[in-house]
């Protein structure tokens, strides 16, 4: 997971949110019933206030999504499995 997170690090130039990105990675894996915020908040101890801003104002989205397909055609194409840029 965290190597996962690293691939992405630079499109997070403020380390909270590269934190809360790693927060929430940790949270889905996380063995709960709901992946509600609040509750993510109760096993993250981090306000689920300050997820949810990451989650809708963080300007990375259009990078990050690039990104992610661009891995993903590589994948299928048998080009690279890798989290290599």
Known sequence: MYQYCAYYQDLFPDI???EYLKLLHLGIIYNLKQKSLPE???VLEVSSQSLHHF?????????????????????LKGKNNSYSR
Do not use: F, H
């Open 16 to 18: 909270r949110s590269y």
């Open 40 to 42: 993510l908040e109760k």
């Open 55 to 75: 989650l809708t104002s963080s300007p990375w989205l259009l990078s990050l999504e690039q990104r992610r397909l661009n891995k993903l055609i590589a994948i």
